[in-house]
């Protein structure tokens, strides 16, 4: 019987940069490294346990740390994130993460998720804008905005994005001239809230936004404080106190919470404030729990 070949171990490095690293030297080997990358996966083998990752090759086995992530995307074309010269993922905006040190991050096949290295971030910062105190990804050829929440979320907050398959004009993801409303719930308060800056088609005769999309954008935010709970209820009544006039094409913050549950039966509150946190209307509304059958 022929003696079995043992393995031959090497030990390498992936930088912050996505650089490949082997005693400290940059490899740019094109060809080894695409074979490199298209190979590495969770260290699976029991063996350098702090080499988190490797990359078989043939008789070689290539253990490899990180500095942050195994995959780093160094540029953002063609709707790809690269991050080797012939290695991609389809660029999905719904899974971008950003750390408490505000660097960004994307979903990878290795790992996770693949840091976004500053090529990349320069050119995908400019359809990023607040959204409190995350962040929402806005393309223009995209009807719909993404929030990018952070990497950890925690436990209390849940998002309440535009819903597939639904048709509502304010969160239904396949309503093509819907608002496509996002949101952000905080479990523990009952709490919802968002941002929004109204476009041009929501205007009234004053040139601000007309009355009935006042309370549309009220009612919405006011049902979410339900949906976040998983109840479904639609709205009883609906009463709303206008107290300054609401601008189109400003950021709105958009505020709901829970007073009051008896039986089937919810009472909440919902406001509208400006940038500068100003009230503009405000609102309490009634809403009936459909009976589970």
């Known amino acids: 019987m022929a003696e079995q070949q043992s393995h031959r171990e090497y030990f390498f490095e992936i930088d912050e940069r996505g650089n490949v690293l082997h005693n400290g030297n940059e490899i740019d080997d094109k060809p080894f490294v695409h074979t490199f990358f298209t190979r590495l996966k969770e260290n699976d083998t029991g063996k350098h346990i702090e080499y988190p990752y490797y990359s078989p090759c043939g008789y070689e086995i290539n253990f490899v740390k990180v500095v942050d992530t195994p995959i780093v995307f160094q540029r953002w074309e063609n709707d790809k994130l690269w991050y080797h010269d ?60 993404h929030i990018v929440e952070p990497l950890l979320l925690t436990q209390d907050i849940s998002i309440l994005r535009p819903k597939i398959g639904n048709e509502c004009f304010g969160c239904g993801h396949e309503n093509k001239n ?96 400006d940038e500068q946190e100003v009230l503009l209307a405000e609102s309490e509304g009634l809403f009936i729990r459909v009976p589970v059958s």
């Open 86 to 145: 012939t290695l991609s993922v389809p660029f999905l905006p719904e899974t971008l993460r950003f750390s408490d040190e505000g660097i960004l991050y994307h979903y990878a096949k290795t790992g996770g998720y693949g840091r976004i290295s500053m090529p990349a971030l320069m050119h995908i910062s400019e359809y990023l804008e607040p959204f409190g105190d995350f962040f929402l990804f806005r393309n223009p050829n995209d009807s719909i905005a």
């Open 178 to 273: 819907g608002l496509h409303l996002s949101f952000i719930f905080h479990k523990s308060e009952k709490r919802t809230e968002s941002w929004f800056k109204a476009p041009e088609m929501m205007t009234g005769t004053f040139g601000i936004m007309h009355g009935g999309f006042v309370g549309l954008l009220l009612d919405e935010t006011m049902g979410k404080v339900l949906s976040g709970q998983g109840i479904k209820a639609p709205t009883g009544t609906l009463n709303i106190r206008y107290h300054k006039p609401t601008p189109i094409g400003k950021v709105l913050h958009l505020i709901g919470w829970q007073i009051s549950e008896t039986g089937r039966k919810y009472v909440i509150r919902g406001e509208i404030r």
